[in-house]
């Protein structure tokens, strides 16, 4: 059974070719992909992850309010049970926020321009690490 990634768009940024992008490189690696596109809430997210029981949540941003929205989603999962899928954020992202993002409850964090060949390695590096524990 390959590995289930959902995608999504939080907030209101409707910039969704690389998030379009990456699920369909996703798709390709290997992975079963569960694309939620613009315009979606933390909360909406969180709960769409546990439903679809998801091992990895991907967050694209690029309005720069990716601290609030990656906190925002964070929570929002360990309030619904969600609180064992890794939460990955992707996007434009300051190198100087990486920290704060790990901080809000990112376990990976790719900013704009990170190949996409790491991105498919670090999924796999993550979803072997779940189905480990």
């Known amino acids: 059974m390959p590995a289930r990634v959902l995608?999504?768009?939080?907030?209101l940024d409707g910039h969704d070719r690389g998030a379009?992008?990456?699920?369909?490189?996703?798709?390709?690696a290997?992975?079963?992909v569960v694309y939620l596109g613009i315009r979606q809430r933390p909360v909406e997210i969180a709960a769409i992850a546990v439903q679809e029981d998801v091992d990895v949540v991907g967050l694209s941003i690029l309005s720069g309010a990716h601290v609030a929205l990656t906190r925002k989603t964070h929570d929002a999962m360990v309030a619904a049970g969600g609180d064992d899928i890794p939460l990955v954020v992707g996007g434009t992202i300051p190198q100087s926020d990486v920290p704060k993002l790990r901080?809000?409850?990112?376990?990976?964090?790719?900013?704009?321009?990170?190949?996409?060949?790491?991105?498919?390695?670090?999924?796999n590096e993550l979803t072997a690490a779940a189905e480990r524990s």
């Open 30 to 32: 290997g992975f079963e």
């Open 103 to 123: 901080a809000a409850g990112a376990v990976e964090v790719y900013p704009t321009g990170t190949p996409l060949e790491q991105i498919v390695a670090s999924m």
């Open 7 to 11: 995608v999504a768009k939080p907030g």
């Open 20 to 28: 379009k992008l990456v699920a369909r490189v996703l798709r390709d």
